[in-house]
């Protein structure tokens, strides 16, 4: 292989965030809570209340701006 392969860090940031919310919902269903709903929640209303704790997946999420998940969320249903 002798070309440089170009990356789009763009690219990387959404991946992170659609892995992240991938594993927040799975802590969410994992304490029984519905995981669409309280992500929907929290997306809406802004408050992390709705995201648990448990296994730090409030602090996984809140990381990211909210405008962000949902455009990450939008790409991905509007790219399949």
Do not use: C, W
């Amino acid at each position: 292989m002798d070309q440089t392969k170009v990356y789009d860090s763009n690219e990387f940031h959404d991946e992170l965030i659609a892995i992240t919310i991938k594993e927040v919902a799975d802590i969410l269903d994992e304490r029984g809570y519905n995981a669409i709903n309280q992500i929907v929640g929290y997306l809406m209303s802004g408050d992390p209340g709705y995201i648990s704790s448990h296994k730090e997946a409030r602090n996984k999420l809140t990381k990211y701006e909210r405008s962000e998940i949902l455009e990450v969320l939008v790409k991905k249903y509007l790219s399949k």
